[in-house]
Nanobody, 125 residues
């Protein structure tokens, strides 16, 4: 069983940076792909960034390419999301999710079987 806990959300002005962490319990976490999703108020949950179990595959949604970075540290059972040049449209609750296939780059939320509780990111103009 894998449990995920996000941290690092908060409020920032446009152009600023925030770093999110997704800490996992469970020795099998290193076998999971991990993705970050976000859900803005009134919108559907969307894929933001994902990384495979071995860090060889990484993917980002077009709107964050060049601004967000998703490294992972399996020794610490942690996946990060570094967000730079933030925009008001990045405002959302951010969730990390574990993919049992190991890929972590699948776009459909239903492919992930473990989720964190979410952390709020607010970007003001």
């Amino acid at each position: 069983q894998v449990q995920l806990v996000e941290s690092g959300g908060g409020s920032v002005q446009a152009g600023g940076s925030l770093g999110l962490s997704c800490a996992a319990s469970g020795r099998t976490f290193r076998n999971y792909g991990v993705a970050w999703f976000r859900q803005a108020k009134g919108k559907e949950r969307e894929f933001v960034a994902g990384i495979s179990w071995d860090s060889r595959s990484v993917d980002y949604t077009d709107s964050v390419k060049g601004r967000f970075h998703i490294p992972r540290d399996n020794a610490k059972n942690t996946v990060y999301l570094q967000m730079d040049s933030l925009k008001p449209e990045d405002t959302a609750v951010y969730y990390c999710a574990a993919d049992p296939s190991g890929r972590g780059t699948r776009l459909a939320a239903g492919m992930y079987n473990h989720w964190g509780q979410g952390t709020q990111v607010t970007v003001s103009s």
